[in-house]
């Protein structure tokens, strides 16, 4: 049979390869013809594997001998460059990861090995994983399928193109303050971020630990439930994952939160951002209760970009103190030890990443520790409490994804503040720690271009089970 891979969700292919309507060998193979037409452009795989051909005949074996047959069997993956594959070359994008082989299997690799997915390969993103567009590589950007002078979203950049573009089913991604919502947003994909714990983060490199959850991106919301049901789970080599129970409440009531910025935020957020979410609120009246939530009932939810701009980089700053050239990847030799630490620091790690290493040793210098990283710990449990309060009255709460569609290639480079706010709507659900899945609403219409946007739907902790019904509802009716 003939492989339409744009047609194909998980399930689907699922279907197919058990069937033996085609093998994953052949599946593997289309995937691989379309990477290597479209890759040199879009640059969303930093590398293909060159064992994807045997990983997809491992899978044949076990669907010819019904053993071991998952629904991730012989499904072909796209995986962040920030997420241990033994043996393969890991390096979050970065010179200062230069020559870095990875010496073990992050647990959620373990865990699709064990179902017998095909990794196709690493996935460009913003170095460490700090950025909003995929920009801050370095080894370039990656472009946006939809537009290729727009950047893909990030930090999870490469991995939402590489879906976008066909040259995957579905990804992996980080997401520590949005890097898996807002690439699929603007990329016309599903992006899932887990609540903090329910899938062990080890094996991924650590940007902000409080913060770091890996997640799936993928064409629908079936097929994130998919991975995250067969990456979740409580990990002894992580003590911070844990199981959730299962739990049956059925969603009735849809928080949708109005005026939620400050005049000075409110600013930044697109016209058709706005109509979307209302289209969007309309649809979901058609299966649940809408309620208004207002920020000014709220306040602390308006402080969540600022308190993660100093929780971020503070751990950041620390997380980061290991790549010092003695222990991972490369080296910049100097005179002695110290101009090692100097040179390697100075020379391979690119700016943004020095910028929030500077920041986070700042915010948590003993002069303005209390100034700072403890007020900013203060706000972070208001807004933890903030949102109990919600859950009062909701079962859910819907934002925008992103404040616009995707933006041009070097449009936000030279301004930070600007970049920083791609990610507020997003941030807030890792400073709660929170589940949150962004889902595609609709488009906008710019320069003649249809660009893909995002809403995001954000549930108690633990309550994945919500997002995904209302997601599949939503999914049903808009699309
Ligand atoms: N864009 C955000 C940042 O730059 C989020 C990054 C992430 O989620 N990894 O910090």
Redesign the pocket.
Same mark, same amino acid.
């Given at each position: 049979m003939k492989i339409d891979l744009s047609k194909l969700s998980i399930t689907t292919a699922h279907e197919h390869l058990t069937r033996g309507d085609f093998s994953a060998r052949e599946l593997a193979e289309g995937y691989l013809s379309v990477i290597e037409k479209k890759n040199p452009e879009i640059n969303a795989y930093l590398e293909v594997f060159d064992d994807v051909l045997d990983q997809a005949h491992e899978a044949d074996k076990r669907i010819a001998d019904k053993k071991e047959v998952g629904l991730l069997t012989g499904i072909p993956l796209a995986v962040k460059d920030n997420i241990l594959i033994k043996g393969y070359r890991c390096g979050a994008a970065s010179k200062i990861l230069e020559g870095y082989h990875a010496p073990y299997d992050s647990t959620v690799i373990q865990k699709l090995k064990a179902q017998g997915a095909v990794f196709l390969g690493r996935t460009n993103m913003d170095e460490f994983? +700090?950025? /909003?567009s995929t920009e801050n590589s370095a080894y370039g950007p990656t472009k946006n399928p939809h537009d290729t002078s727009r950047v893909p979203g &990030?930090?999870s950049g490469g991995s939402a193109a590489a879906v976008a573009m066909d040259g995957a089913l579905a990804a992996l991604g980080? %997401?520590? &303050? &949005? /890097?898996i919502r807002q690439p699929a947003a603007f990329c016309g994909l599903v992006g899932f971020k887990p609540t903090y714990g329910a899938v062990s983060r080890h094996g991924l490199m650590a940007?902000g630990s409080s913060l770091d959850q890996i997640g799936p991106l993928t064409k629908t919301v079936g097929d994130a439930e998919i991975i995250f049901n067969a990456i979740r789970g409580k990990d002894p080599n992580d003590s911070t994952s844990r199981d959730f129970p299962d739990s049956s409440k059925k969603p009735l009531r849809v928080g949708v939160l109005t005026h939620f910025l400050h005049e000075s935020q409110a600013r930044s957020i697109d016209k058709q951002v706005f109509d979307n979410l209302g289209e969007a609120a309309k649809i979901v009246g058609d299966f649940g209760e809408t309620v208004d939530i207002k920020l000014s009932d709220n306040p602390p939810l308006g402080y969540s970009l600022a308190t993660y701009y100093i929780i +971020?980089p503070a751990e950041v700053s620390s997380n980061l103190a290991r790549f010092d050239g003695m222990k991972f990847g490369a080296l910049e030799e100097g005179g002695n030890l110290m101009e090692d630490y100097f040179k390697t620091r100075g020379r391979l790690f690119g700016k943004e990443v020095r910028r929030r290493i500077i920041l986070g040793t700042y915010v948590l210098s003993s002069g303005y520790y209390d100034a700072y990283y403890n007020k900013a710990n203060v706000v972070r449990s208001l807004i933890q409490k903030t949102f109990e309060n919600i859950w009062e009255k909701v079962d859910v709460l819907m934002t925008p994804t992103t404040p616009t569609p995707a933006f041009k290639i070097g449009e936000k480079t030279n301004d930070p503040m600007q970049m920083y706010l791609a %990610?507020i709507f997003t941030v807030t659900a890792n400073i709660a720690g929170v589940p949150a899945i962004s889902i595609p609403s609709g488009f906008a219409e710019v320069d003649g271009k249809k660009l893909p946007l995002g809403i995001q739907f954000m549930a108690p902790h633990g309550r994945e089970d919500i997002l995904f019904e209302i997601g599949k509802k939503f999914e049903k009716i808009s699309s």
């Open positions: 994983a +700090m950025g /909003s &990030g930090s980080s %997401d520590t &303050g &949005g /890097s940007m +971020m %990610d």
